[in-house]
């Protein structure tokens, strides 16, 4: 019986390239992808011999390392279901996870294993094992003892592979439950998309915990069995040391930034690259015009979410534009609605809803939520603004939650924000809206000064291009913005403190 378990793509994409060269650290040491196979195989053999059993749901707060690779690919192998933690969870988040998912096993890092061992167990999850950094640990001790399972467990495409919960930052995380055919359909869009061939060297510094390094990023290596650099964290001076050796790099827009802070990163430093891509987190005009001066290399700007994987994409050939994410992926497709649900004309600002084998099958426990954000046919509501140009370029404006209303006019944010971040002298903005006595929402702005804050004048006169209502009418300066794990800007954060600053005393 044919299986539709992914890891079996996978697999026949390695044979023939068993001794290249898979994921190589930065002491020089590299796991090839046979290797990288075989142990995946004794993963999953040490899993199944802890009780695990095929859709049993594993937890893992482990940190970066091959051995983290291999207990992913060993999980899907088993036809387990997969569910990567931010390491900086803290413990109560943590139980959180483990309850709500009803999982089976949990993997940690063995300095946490005495705090979340018992909370597994309250939990429910039949054991606790660990593995370092290092590759150490008793899972590591539990693969080379228990037999590998060499098979790959059949799953249907509709099983599923990965739950991936949101970050939360607007209430309890909710987990995404993504399907085989998820992974792979996305998987292999991007492969083609962006051209990945055997003779590609990817640049990896994204945690494994996140859609963007753990799916992104392998997948698309994977699949045309291609050398991976993979360093623990983004480090400014082992990417410049690796940067040599890589023909592409996927980050988010702060690696870009840091590249530019360095006085001698130039056209020399980044000739042999082939692709430069940014996720995430929005990338600014001004970093996009940059990074393209400085180097004569247009960064590749793309757009997805952990309920969709990876939905559009700026061309490989092509214009890449500054402040769009491109056109949808092959087999996605893109629609721009109301607040009623009806279609809007091009370059008209809406609700960005998606459709296509990429979208996810629902969150884990929560029917009511999943029918929420899903419109009749199928179409999911991203929660995102945008406008479609009239060839189908996708731009966004902002999350929906973003969205100020001041006096009963739509304010969309990034519009004011690109004003901004245009001006010499600020480094970085965010727009917020937040109660006004009023207006019902009032504007603000929180800025990050290159050197010293500007007058409020010098603000004005660069504003002056906006209609007056989009206007901030208050201006903060700060060391810098909140961010989450990925790089993206916390508003609510923002909103929280500074709610009070039109409410009259």
Known sequence: MSSDNFYALLKSRFQGAEARPFLTLPDGRAVSYGEADALSARMAGALLAAGARPGDRLLAQVEKSPENVALYLGAMRAGLVYIPLNTAYT????SYFLNDAKASLLICDPTKEERLAPLAKTAGAGSTLTLGADGCGTLAQAAKSAPPFENIQTRHADDLASILYTSGTTGLSKGAMLTHENLRSN????????RFTSEDVLLHALPVFHIHGLFVALHTAMLSACEILFLPKFDIAKIRTSLPRASVMMGVPTFYTRLLAEPDFDRGAAAHMRLFISGSAPLTSETFNAFEERTGCKILERYGMSEAGM?????LEGERIAGTVG???PGVSVRITGEDGALLPADTPGNVEVKGPNIFKGYWMKPQKTKE?????????TGDIGALSADGRLTLMGRSKDLIIAGGFNIYPKEIEQVLDAIPGVAESAVIGVPHPDMGEGVAAVLVAESAPLDASVLQDALSTLARFKRPRKFFWVEALPRNAMGKVQKQVLRQDYAQVFITK
């Open 187 to 194: 998987a292999l869009a991007l492969n083609e998309l962006w």
């Open 311 to 315: 939905i559009a994409s700026n061309p």
């Open 327 to 329: 056109y949808p992926l």
């Open 91 to 94: 413990t109560d988040e943590v």
């Open 373 to 381: 954000d899903f419109r009749e046919g199928g179409w999911f509501v």
